[in-house]
RNA sequence: GGAGAGGUGCUGGAGUGGUUGAACAGGUCGGUCUCGAAAACCGAUGUACUCGUAAGGGUACCGGGGGUUCGAAUCCCUCCCUCUCCGCCA
């Protein structure tokens, strides 16, 4: 949610934020402006008859104690028209406000000076490139047949189970997947300085609405419908979730936490192309990085979340590129990301395995998540950035095309030995 | 799941229909005092919206929502949450 009082003093910056984003049309702004200037007007009148209201009030209650009864009596009959008449401004200006509130919720954040514009992923920019490409002497198998190979991944029977893309990791590929996220944790925490959290994994509506995933993204969700609870699309959800309705001390920020979640979504909309194996699930493992921070600082922690995520890569050794996303790809709440995207061997296609987002104070709005500056000022919204730290399914479809060996066995990085207590597969 | 108790400001804790946005205490901030500090004393200290160039007004908010009333933190309904006991259970 942005910020009324920029819509109300640059609405051409929203308007062209919206073109920019290919958000649907302007129009919303013009409406919102207008119904907000009724709004307020009709909120001005309310105010005022609620005050006549309330002098009246206590003018019956001084009648009544000085033992005026007729007097107060009479009073008290010519409230009646007032009240009805509140009643009606009331309702008339609530409505209004609903609806104010709707066409606010359908307006996106604007996007960065940064952010080159474009219309859709084609205007993306690879911004950096890091580590070489494998090169294969014999016939690199994608990883579904690697992990079919070697047993590690059991696609069909958790469809039989549960559904296609619910998969049972099985013997070293479980033990590999607990690797992955024992080691983005450990690198989180310890390098990274962040706090580690273990989140619900089922969230209430008034979270998804404080990071944005409800209303409009609601299909995305699956939901316990007896309690109304959602699955967890992302830890994002929860963790930021963590400080809503709050006011923080100044001296507090920055807040960085670090979460595994397995993550559930439906990907309604998204079948055919691109679901071969682990490239699309609607369950999967992954490390989220979220942070909580001075508004005037948000986009140096933008590139440190960054940086945490491609440390990863790198200890990884896995070669990846990171694409500036343009304003045509951003995501309606944020203002600036990074995509980071692993290049998978055999498959010869770059994969994403990280978003890290700066949301300024898109989500602390909407969250309602403020801090306090020394000196008894007003509070104000904390930025809010995230970044995954990573996903897991991706990395272990590169990993395992990457370090595929002539013989059929896979080689794991060095960095990871010590997790999975082996250093190779078959 | 059953029975009961309760949810008030940064905190503790009053308040059961009429100057209560909320006593009192603590905390925090500012000041006096002091070489400095402590203590003591004085003062300030919620949020949102709205009107106003400003000074300064106004409205709403005592878990959420709704209702009764001229008037509600106080009465009624409903939902949520916390605590105690019982039952069930990892």
């Known amino acids: 949610m942005l910020d009324i009082q920029i819509i109300r003093e640059n609405p051409e910056r929203v308007k062209e934020a919206i073109v920019h984003k290919n958000a649907g049309t302007t129009e919303v702004v013009d409406k919102l402006l207008v119904l907000d200037l009724e709004w307020r007007e009709t909120l001005t009148k309310l105010q005022e008859v609620q005050a006549t209201l ?59 000076p940064d952010v080159p514009i474009g219309r859709d992923e084609s205007g993306n920019q690879v911004v950096f490139e890091w580590g070489e490409k494998p090169t294969f002497d014999f016939p690199a198998l994608p990883h579904w047949e690697l992990a079919a190979k070697h047993n590690l991944i ?44 273990q989140p ?46 709050e006011i923080l001390d100044e001296s507090q920020l920055p807040l960085l936490y670090c979460a595994y979640t397995p993550c559930f979504r439906r990907e309604a909309g998204s079948y055919g192309k691109d679901v071969r194996g ?15 921070v001075h508004p005037e600082t948000s986009y140096e922690h933008l590139e440190s ?23 045509g790809d951003l995501g309606f709440t944020q203002t600036k990301k990074y995509d980071l995207e692993v290049w998978s061997g055999a498959q010869a296609r770059w994969l994403e395995v990280s978003s890290v ?45 990457n370090g595929q060996q002539a013989n059929g066995s896979i080689h794991l990085p060095e960095a990871l030995i010590p997790y999975a207590g082996f250093d190779t597969i078959g």
């Not at 316990?224 to 609870?229: H, S």
């Not at 682990?278 to 909580?292: G, I, P, S, T, Y």
């Open 54 to 112: 309330n002098m009246r009030s206590k003018s019956i209650g001084d009648l009544m104690r000085s033992g005026k009864k007729e007097a107060a009596e009479a009073a008290r009959q010519e409230t009646t028209t007032l009240k009805a008449h509140i009643k009606e401004i009331e309702d008339w200006a609530r409505s209004m406000e609903v609806e104010r509130h709707q066409l606010l919720l359908e307006i996106p954040n604007i996007p960065h």
């Open 154 to 197: 059991d696609f069909e029977r958790g469809s039989k189970v549960t559904g296609a893309g619910f998969p049972f990791y099985i013997g070293k590929g479980a033990r590999l997947q607990r690797a992955l996220i024992n080691f983005f944790l450990d690198l989180a925490v310890d390098e990274g300085g962040y706090t580690e959290i």
């Open 200 to 245: 619900p994994l089922m969230i209430n509506e008034a979270s998804g609405i404080g990071t944005g995933q409800l209303p409009d993204k609601e299909g995305q969700m699956y939901e316990a419908t007896l309690d109304r609870f959602f699955m967890v699309p992302t830890a994002e959800v929860p963790v930021t979730n963590f400080l809503r309705d």
């Open 278 to 292: 682990l490239n699309r699930l609607h369950q999967f493992d992954k490390v989220e990085l979220v942070r909580f």
């Open 305 to 327: 979340i960054r940086a945490n995520a491609e440390n990863a890569l790198q200890k990884l050794r896995l070669p990846y590129h990171r694409l500036l996303m343009c304003t």
């Open 357 to 401: 987002s700066n949301f300024e104070t898109f989500q602390a709005r909407r969250a309602n998540i403020r801090f306090r500056a020394s000196g008894n000022k007003k509070p104000q919204f904390v930025h809010t950035l995230n970044g995954s730290g990573l996903a897991l399914p991706r990395i272990v479809a590169a990993l395992l095309e």
